[in-house]
């Protein structure tokens, strides 16, 4: 019943621009995450955003480029992804955890649900 699945990740060009969309369906979440991993890296952590109220988190690896957003009357949440670097090409993952969750919220094992990833790849 419950499921998140990306979209949007494709190839660009160093600088340039992509969003991907993480549809949640089945049941509400406190808040979703992204996530990233690499060819050979482990997953890490992108940014968060709370399902209701403003608050946000972003790695470091991204501020200032990358922008977490939601749409509630969709069930969806955005990353738009900007001034993208050969760098960010990983597989990008949405996941999605309950409220009351006192782990960091880099912490891949703190999240219950996850989509199925979507391909982002950037060249140089």
């Known amino acids: 019943q419950v499921q998140l699945v990306e979209s949007g990740g494709g190839l660009v060009q160093a600088g340039g621009s992509l969003r991907l969309s993480c549809a949640a369906s089945?049941?509400?979440?406190?808040?979703i995450s992204w996530f990233r991993q690499a060819q050979g890296k482990e997953r890490e952590f992108v940014a968060l955003i709370m399902w209701s109220g403003s608050s946000t988190a972003y790695a470091d690896s991204v501020k200032g480029r990358f922008t977490i957003s939601r749409d509630n009357a969709k069930n969806t949440v955005y990353l738009q992804m900007n001034s993208l670097k050969p760098e960010d090409t990983a597989v990008y993952y949405c996941a999605a955890r309950p409220a009351g969750d006192a782990r960091p919220v880099g912490s891949v094992g703190s999240y219950n649900y996850w989509g199925q990833g979507t391909q982002v790849t950037v060249s140089s």
């Open positions: 089945g049941r509400t979440f406190n808040s």
